[in-house]
């Protein structure tokens, strides 16, 4: 008797599993040429709940956002300025939302200006807004996740996803956005704010605690990395205005 239920039990197809396995991809979430840290990851802080696996990317207000993925605007808003450390104040945070092939979507919060529409189609690394202060938050940043589209609301709950290059990186990481092909390929600074486009980062802290998002300025280590990143142009153009200052001077 055990051993064809042995055999019943060996020959019996596999279940699939009904969770989808498969972990998305997405674009660094900035414009080319820039480089970021992650200031907050997955877990802590306020990235609970829906907003598990979210990162935040500390940046001056008026940085360009890009898409992160080819998709179609599903929701968004560019009508707050009001922005403070503060959960009350997450209903005040300007965001977009971008549903991408797979069921899944993209959200982005707390832009100081938006330059697309509920229905645009978007291809990767256009632009669609500037970064800002809006709504809970504690210092300029981007916020960003990767979500399953279970509703109609701008808040629906984030998955693990990987950003290309970097999977799935952790506090302090530095993201750099690919190079700029040319000129054209990188919006201008623009904050679109006059109130707020003035605002300094998040003021600095020697150590965050765990739970906390990273505090303002460069972390430990990274600004080598970010002299490196600098072109050699940008370089060289930088030293031949010294020289003629050195110059007008003597």
């Not at 239920?5 to 040429?33: D, H, K």
């Not at 104040?89 to 509920?118: D, R, W």
């Not at 506090?171 to 679109?192: E, F, K, Q």
């Amino acid at each position: 008797m055990i051993l064809p239920t042995l055999f019943l039990l060996a020959s019996a197809p596999a279940v699939p599993s009904a969770r989808n396995t498969v972990v998305p991809e997405m674009g660094v979430p900035f414009a080319c040429g820039r480089v970021f840290p992650v200031s907050q990851g997955h877990d802590t802080g306020s990235h609970l709940q829906n907003d598990t696996y979210a990162w935040d990317f500390r940046m001056p207000i008026g940085t360009p956002i890009v898409a992160a993925q080819d998709g179609v605007v599903r929701m968004a808003r560019g009508d707050s300025n009001q922005g403070a450390c503060d959960p009350k104040m997450a209903q005040y945070a300007n965001y977009i939302v971008i549903s991408h092939e797979g069921g899944v979507e993209t959200q982005y919060l707390h832009f100081s200006a938006v330059v697309v529409k509920p229905g645009d189609k978007v291809r990767k690394g256009q632009l669609i807004g500037y970064s800002g202060n809006t709504g809970w938050s504690c210092g300029p940043h981007l916020h960003f996740k990767v979500a399953q589209t279970r509703g109609n609301g701008w808040n629906n709950p984030s998955v693990p996803a990987l950003i290309a290059g970097y999977g799935d990186p952790v506090r302090d990481t530095l993201i750099a956005a690919p190079a700029c092909g040319n000129t054209g390929d990188m919006p201008v600074m623009a904050a679109n704010d006059a109130a707020r486009g003035s605002e300094p980062l998040a003021p600095a802290s020697a150590s965050p605690r765990d739970g906390e998002q990273a505090a303002g300025g460069i972390p430990a280590g990274a600004k080598a990395i970010l002299e490196r990143a600098t072109p050699a142009a940008n370089r060289a153009s930088d030293a031949a205005g010294g020289s003629r200052q050195a110059s007008r001077s003597e």
